[in-house]
């Protein structure tokens, strides 16, 4: 016991410096998840009711006859995974060809505009492309029109096209952090190798494929688990994009978020959490180890 | 010599293509600051570019009414900025450099914690905050972010960097635990500092999905404000994009004087992967 005195005593500014951020995490970060899962269990209608009334399996039975939810499932794979590849490619694409530019002025200047898209409010990307995309006066109609390629004004915002639409929202994607991430990858790889690989004639795209991608597992593993965390429970899109077009895409999160927002079901907003949550972590250990076996092959 | 030439051509076309590339995708940046400053007839009829005389008078029109959302705003990303910083610093100091029993679990449940999408803590937080009574104060847009275990898990990242002799130095010195936390530390790890501080301002300025939900319309901050007074209704579209210009400039003051930090500081957290 004196022994245990002893080392809080010496140790207590260190005990002290983590208790805040320790109390805090407990609270509003360990607590949440554990409850959500008995949630899951319970018929909680509002936000403010007693936890009475356990239904087992009854809101999860329930999601899967909940045909809104179950074409939210499909709407998450159509959309989403779209989107994944390009979260994923374009972060390398531009990490690629900026790496490749000779005046190091010039790229610090690409460094910085990759990242200038930051400051400009989701709202106002959203609006903007609502006009680029409009049917009477849009933008792109106009272009196809100019090049020829289609003839009459098409609904991109309508049921048929609202997908499309969405996954090329922000062409070309300027690739901000994550792009920069990769690049910083990439200024990491020693010179000497890069020369030896030019020496053995190794053509640019072989060198790509070949050295940078070896060299990029840490920064690919980042980009990959981060981006299917992310967009398997981004709702930003529906929020912002398909309620003002009036063209409604439940996604699961999205079905969440509307039935707390509107303070309903509650538990079966548990449940969705919970169901996802499991869907993630199985996608996220698959890319692991599919990661981690290509990983060891290359060594 | 033709070597050197066609290399030459060779950057002169990878230039014009990045360029090609940055031009189309700052594109709505630009159109949003010059569609704020359109009469609806200009706009109307020309928004794809810009057009003069420069009508003045929406950014005042906007401006009546984002100041308030401008400065509850500004006072929560404030906050909240410096209480993460704070409360996340100390910790990740604590858990990385001073190795006391039990840092290593608290390392382990900060990996954990990383790995828990938002989905899964979203309906409980919302109830946790309505049963502690801080729903709809700013408490509820104040302290999330100080519990971050992303956000700590970086630091320890970068902490874990810093050479264990200066600290050892220090020790001998007679520096207590808070004070190679306060003097040598902290100071050594301004760079990855600045960069999650510009990433928090920026959050909580554009975020409008968790003040939507845990606020009343009344104390909504800027995104949602933006949201709900603009963006959802019918108000004239230039004044609605003034409105935005606005609520954006205090991020690209921000941007310009600390985008050289940022991005090395992403570069620096990048390395470490």
């Known amino acids: 016991m004196t022994k245990f005195l002893r080392y809080v005593k010496r140790h207590w500014i260190a005990y002290l410096m983590v208790l805040p951020f320790t109390a805090g995490v407990l609270l509003f970060a360990v607590y949440p998840p554990l409850y959500s899962i008995v949630l899951s269990f319970f018929d909680v209608y509002k936000i403010n009711d007693e936890l009475t009334g356990f239904n087992g399996f009854g809101n999860f039975a329930e999601l899967f006859r909940d045909t809104t939810f179950l074409n939210s499932f499909?709407?998450?794979?159509?959309?989403q995974l779209p989107r994944l590849v390009v979260n994923v490619f374009v972060p390398f694409f531009y990490a690629e060809i900026i790496f490749h530019v000779g005046s190091k002025k010039l790229q610090s200047a690409y460094r910085f505009l990759l990242l200038l898209p930051i400051v400009c409010p989701s709202i106002v990307t959203s609006l903007i492309w609502q006009n680029i995309y409009a049917y009477d006066d849009g933008i792109l109609n106009e272009i196809l029109k100019g090049l020829g390629i289609i003839s009459e004004n098409v609904n991109f915002l309508g049921r048929d096209h609202i997908i499309g639409s969405l996954i090329f929202m922000n062409f070309p994607w300027l690739a901000g952090t994550s792009g920069l991430i990769v690049l910083s990858g990439l200024i990491n790889i020693p010179a000497e190798v890069l020369e030896a690989a030019d020496l053995d004639g190794c053509g640019v795209f072989r060198r790509i494929f070949v050295?940078?991608?070896?060299?990029?597992?840490?920064?690919?593993?980042?980009?990959?688990?981060?981006?299917?965390?992310?967009?398997?429970?981004?709702?930003?899109?529906?929020?912002?994009?398909?309620?003002?077009?009036?063209?409604?895409?439940?996604?699961?999160?999205?079905?969440?978020?509307?039935?707390?927002?509107?303070?309903q079901s509650i538990g079966k907003a548990a449940a969705i959490g919970v169901f996802l949550f499991a869907v993630i972590m199985v996608i996220t250990a698959a890319t692991y180890r599919l990661l981690n076996a290509k990983d060891e092959e290359n060594v | 010599m033709f070597e050197r030439k066609s290399k030459k051509a060779a950057q002169i076309t990878l230039n014009s293509f990045i360029i090609f590339l940055f031009a189309i995708g700052l594109y709505p940046l630009f159109m949003a600051v010059w569609c704020a400053f359109k009469t609806p007839d200009q706009y109307r009829l020309y928004k794809w570019f810009p057009t003069f005389p420069l009508r003045?008078?929406?950014?005042?029109?906007?401006?009546?009414?984002?100041?308030?959302?401008?400065?509850?705003?500004?006072?929560v990303a404030v906050a909240a900025t410096v209480l993460m910083l704070f409360v996340t610093t100390m910790a990740a100091f604590s858990i990385s450099k001073l190795k006391f029993k039990g840092s290593k679990i608290l390392f382990a449940l900060i990996l954990a914690l990383n790995m828990v999408p938002g989905v899964l803590t979203l309906v409980p937080t919302v109830m946790l905050y309505h049963t502690l009574g801080l729903n709809d104060t700013l408490w509820a847009l104040i302290l999330p972010p100080a519990f971050s275990t992303g956000t700590t898990f970086l630091l320890i990242c970068s902490f874990r960097g810093l050479?264990?002799?200066?600290?050892?130095?220090?020790?001998?010195?007679?520096?207590?635990d808070f004070q190679k936390y306060l003097l040598i530390g902290l100071p050594l790890a301004v760079p990855i500092i600045a960069t999650i501080a510009i990433m928090q301002v920026s959050g909580t300025w554009g975020d409008f999905a968790w003040p939507m939900l845990i606020m009343t319309?009344?104390?909504?901050?800027?995104?949602a404000g933006l949201k709900t007074e603009f963006y959802d209704t019918t108000v004239s579209m230039p004044v609605s994009f003034a409105a935005y210009l606005m609520a954006s400039l205090p991020l690209i003051v921000?941007?310009?004087?600390?985008?050289?930090?940022?991005?090395?500081?992403?570069?620096?957290?990048?390395l470490k992967l």
């Open chain 1, 74 to 79: 499909r709407a998450m794979f159509t959309l």
């Open chain 1, 211 to 263: 050295v940078d991608m070896s060299y990029l597992i840490g920064q690919i593993k980042y980009v990959l688990v981060f981006g299917i965390i992310n967009i398997l429970q981004d709702y930003s899109n529906q929020l912002l994009f398909a309620e003002r077009v009036g063209t409604k895409i439940h996604v699961p999160a999205y079905y969440m978020y509307q039935l707390v927002n509107t303070n």
């Open chain 2, 56 to 75: 003045g008078e929406n950014v005042s029109l906007a401006f009546d009414k984002i100041e308030g959302y401008m400065t509850r705003t500004a006072f």
């Open chain 2, 163 to 176: 050479p264990d002799s200066t600290f050892e130095a220090a020790q001998i010195d007679g520096a207590n």
């Open chain 2, 217 to 223: 319309r009344a104390n909504y901050t800027i995104a």
């Open chain 2, 254 to 270: 921000l941007f310009f004087f600390t985008g050289k930090v940022y991005n090395e500081g992403v570069v620096a957290s990048g």
